[in-house]
């Protein structure tokens, strides 16, 4: 069989139907690309080589699940999946403690950052990116106060007089966000941490 001939696609359909082979062509046809993408970020050739494996073994892992509908664009699927690990791999080894359990605690202090590193910036663009989805999800009347202090950064007077609510009340919606966001957090397995 000439594997060389063959797209991705078909490498791909070939190995989920039991072909072992088309897999290890696979492997071997993107492998310095995966591999140097992931060694440009963790600038560490033993890291760099276990993030590696492990992104072999959820695209493995992925494909004999059957989860794999990328339409042929393999090499962009799995440069996503390395990229995914190499963000995790950089929040491990980051000893930032995660979020408190108090209601005084501010999340968006997680995004303060003063080392400009690809490797932090590359992680503060994920966890904002987890962050929006999660403010999104938010009810109406605490998004709003949120957006407005965090992102407009109105006090809490001008957000009363802008929304025609007491202090008190605008307080009290940034407070039920804040507990909201911590318990969306949870329940979406989000870590905002670096």
Not at 32 to 37: D, G, L, M, P, W
Not at 184 to 189: A, I, S, T
């Amino acid at each position: 069989m000439d594997y060389k001939a063959m797209t991705d696609a078909e490498l791909v359909k070939l190995y989920i139907n039991g072909k072992e082979q088309a897999l290890s062509f696979l492997i071997a046809k993107h492998e310095q690309r995966i591999f140097s993408y992931i060694l440009s970020k963790i600038q560490n050739r033993d890291l760099a080589n276990d993030v590696f494996q492990d992104t072999f073994v959820k695209i493995i892992k992925t494909l004999r699940r059957g989860n794999y509908n990328e339409e042929g664009k393999f090499l962009q699927w799995s440069l996503r999946i390395a990229h995914n690990l190499v963000i995790d791999h950089f929040r491990r080894q980051k000893r930032i403690p995660t979020i408190a359990p108090n209601d005084e605690y501010d999340i968006f202090k997680i995004l303060k950052d003063d080392t400009p590193t690809a490797e932090n910036e590359m992680i503060k663009v994920q966890i904002e990116k987890d962050l929006h989805k999660l403010i999104l999800l938010l009810p109406e009347e605490q998004l709003e106060v949120l957006k407005l202090r965090h992102f407009s950064g109105l006090s809490f007077k001008d957000i009363a007089e802008q929304t025609g609510v007491s202090i008190n009340t605008a307080l009290g919606r940034m407070r039920y966000a804040l507990i909201n966001l911590r318990k969306l957090m949870v329940d979406n397995k989000v870590t905002l941490s670096m």
